[in-house]
């Protein structure tokens, strides 16, 4: 192909004199980062300052969500860099997890195992949350393999509607979000069967108590369990707060115990996706502490390392440890990646961990938290097209999702893309806010919500700003829909 083909008429007309291709080569190559869709330019930060990113035009952008609820203490640390640094010093940013080990992912991996009180077994780290989930789904089929009396038959999950554990393909078609599937069906495997999601605000009935409710889906689980046979089932994955897929769903008390008694009851792995809940967004270290119910895989990613390095992490449980140990295998579990256990990723995620601790930040979690839901309730839970605002009581994660009729509880349609033009109106001079929008929460297509998931070190001050910030977008926002509505009629 001649050179230049590969680029537009109006780039090729064009050539920098400072680029380091060839001479003579057509150079004009403009917006090569392919970003998340081709046709539209995401703003282009220049710099973070506290919990604020800047644009090159001095534009301010508080981050009300973490990013994607990532950031946890900051855009910037000092401890963490310098901490990131040592390793850098020692020349081990990066050391091949075949063969070699280093001390700073052993403690890591020991802080991790602690902060379970040893209810955990052994801790492993990856990038992202995706892989992850991989591979928790690979260790669950092993289990089942390297177990006293193996069941190789049981490569089956049990996952909920309208979830998401992931982008690449394993994690993918363990997700009960349709929206996010569609595209890709054909080439899932197509291992998960589906059971509906604990979720008060759209499926617990008027009137129905929590002991009831959690019986239902009690009564759903083994359902699942025993139309499909536990012969076949390896685990059942959840979030114990249902982050973007719902927007900020907590379980109700009691729901989780009795998962775990019906995973116990079946022979099935009780797998807690907690990569965007964990690590103190819930007011809890583990979410899972609340009601001190126990998995036997736990995945965790995002808060980890606050965002200073991509870090995400599985924690194993003693029953398949053990498993391990006495199997077939010799104790080797088959999944190996390049930058598994990245030193430089342990030491930003370790510090980040300390300075959580150090700065009481869980307390101020739990202090901030309430604060900013119950002031968000106060100015916008009347709001003619907020249904409804929830969270869990003790974290700093709450959602605010959308409807276009209150008592009836009627989505949007997925074609009006209500969360992401509040999100995208956000992000301009006028508001400068950033919000996490999601969609597909009432059936996997329809359905809006923002999620407010700020640092944990956020002050009284930063607290109001948010409160009005997020008032002032929602206002304005369906002020704007409801006047360009009346216009169409
Ligand atoms: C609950 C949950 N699981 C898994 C993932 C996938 O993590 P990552 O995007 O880091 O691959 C996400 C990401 O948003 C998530 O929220």
Known sequence: M???????????????????????????????????????NPLRLARGVGNSWY???????????????????????KRVERATHRIEKLGLSYAPSLGFDTDITEELATWMIRSTAGL????????????????????????????????????LFIARQRSYHGATLGALDLSGHDARK????????????????????????????????????????IEKIEEFGANRIAGFILEPVVGAALGCAPAVPGYLT??????????????????????GRTGYLHAWQEENVVPDIQVVGKGLAGGFEAVSAMMIGHKVINAFRNGSSNGAFA?????????????????????VVDEKLLENVRDKGPRLQQKIRERLGHHRYVGDIRGPKKGIFLALEFVRDKASKTPFEE???????????????AHGIHVYPGSGSVDGLNGDHIILAPAYNITNAEVDLIVD????????????YDRSRKALV
């Open 415 to 429: 074609s009006e893309g209500i969360a992401m033009k509040i999100f995208s109106q956000g992000l301009t001079k």
């Open 469 to 480: 910030r997020t008032t002032r977008l929602v206002e304005v926002f369906f002020d704007n």
């Open 55 to 77: 644009l090159a035009d001095g534009t301010e952008i508080y981050d009300a969500s973490g990013g994607a609820a990532v950031a946890s203490i900051g855009k910037r640390n």
């Open 120 to 155: 955990m077994s052994k801790a492993v780290f990856y990038c992202s949350g995706s892989e992850a989930v991989e591979a928790a789904i690979k260790i669950a089929v092993q289990y089942h393999k390297e177990k006293p009396e193996p069941q190789p038959g049981k490569t």
């Open 182 to 221: 569609r595209l890709y069906t054909e080439v899932l495997a197509g291992k998960m069967r589906l059971v509906p999601e604990c979720h008060e605000y759209r499926n617990k009935i008027k009137g129905q108590s929590d002991a009831e409710y959690v019986q239902w889906h009690r009564k759903k689980l």
């Open 2 to 40: 001649a050179p230049g083909a590969l680029y537009s008429q109006e780039d090729s007309l064009r050539r920098s004199a400072s680029s380091p291709t060839p001479a003579g080569a057509l150079t004009i190559i403009k917006r090569c980062l392919l970003n998340r869709s081709i046709n539209v």
């Open 258 to 279: 009795a998962m775990r008694e019906v995973c116990d009851d079946y022979g099935v792995l009780l797998i807690f996706d907690e990569i965007m809940c964990g690590m």
């Open 335 to 355: 999944h190996g990646q390049t930058f598994q256990n990245s030193p430089k990723g342990a030491a930003a995620a370790l510090e980040t961990q300390r300075i």
